[in-house]
């Protein structure tokens, strides 16, 4: 579906903030002669997504999910593969969490959470907010 | 009263959301402050104002709604300036620049698009291109899931066929959706995504990059593209007028 998240406002806008939060602190005019608010609590932004992929536990989870991957498709020929690929993909696409991705997600919502100091919205209610968005 | 700005437009622009509710808890009003042939859309700034999530979206609200109907410059957020007549005097510094800006950004719109893996999908694409890998996994599940050695191996070498995998569907987006537009900018580091990218496009044409988006959707299916716009154009504004005015 392409639903293009339009910023109008309310809830539509809400969850649509989150993709946009890194435009909003990190984009846009500067001028020099305006101070700018204290954005401590929010660097948190930059961390590196390879950081994550990079581990032993990722290793482990794709060692154990291509064992299971393989299971699921049995003995068939690398063009067989394929084909199935194609199948299963559609409702993976719309799986639910992003694995590897997740954690690096989580991160960023806590970060934004602490910087909020207002307990209004939880994190896994905004990652699931998202969800609903892609689906 | 020092004075927090969000955006810079002509003064003919004739829809300013004047009177809306802007940033700070209670909201603060929004106001329109002119000089030198622009206008800016400013509001009382609150006390002790902090990146939370009200004001955020306050602050892109007014951006949203004051964009809609015409060409806005939207200020990053949490730009304070002394009070409205250092506002006034900012506009009239860099006039000519905000003039060519505004100009060059007309009926202008962003679209921001970023594209994460679905992590089965590329796991999927990875085995299925790669005989070695199947290899491996296929001689761990015979010796029943392998040693913590096998498992290791295996999932590195997945590991780095999937960081290979994110950077070519990095490419393939781009190269797919920048004919569509009429800049494309990076977006800021972020994590969490293997494409993150901001497109400058005609608000007329803008159907275009989303049919774009929607024909990647099927040509990699186990990428994930996630689509936000239309946006004041963050990624658009020049973010140095004293350098561009010092050249003029």
Known sequence: ?135 | MSTYVYGIADADHTGLPEGMEGVGSPATTVRVVTGAGLAAVVGDAPEGLRPKRRDLLAHQNVLAEAGAAGTVLPMRFGSVAEDDAAVVAALEEHAEHYKERLSALQDRVEYNVKAQHDEEGVLRTVMADHDDLRELAARNRAAGGGSHEDKLRLGEAVARCVQQRESEDAEVVRAALAPHADAVNPGPESSGWIANLSFLVDRKTSEQLLQAVEELRQQLPHVVLTVNGPLPPYSFVEQTPSASSAAS
């Open chain 1, 1 to 135: 579906m392409t639903v293009a998240t339009t910023q109008g406002g309310g809830s539509g806008g809400t969850s649509g903030l989150y993709d946009v939060l890194e435009l909003i602190l990190d984009r846009g005019l500067v001028i020099d002669a305006f101070v700018r608010v204290s954005l401590v609590g929010i660097e948190i932004l930059k961390i590196d997504i390879r950081v994550v992929v990079a581990s032993v536990d990722t290793y482990l989870r794709f060692a154990e999910a291509c064992n299971r991957l393989d299971l699921e498709t049995g003995n068939k020929k690398p063009s067989g593969l394929t084909d199935i690929v194609g199948d299963s993909l559609e409702s993976g696409a719309r799986g639910k969490t992003k694995g590897a991705l997740s954690g690096a997600a989580e991160t960023i919502s806590d970060a934004f959470k602490q910087a909020r100091q207002e307990g209004q919205t939880s994190s896994r209610r905004r990652t699931s907010s998202r969800k609903e968005e892609q689906e």
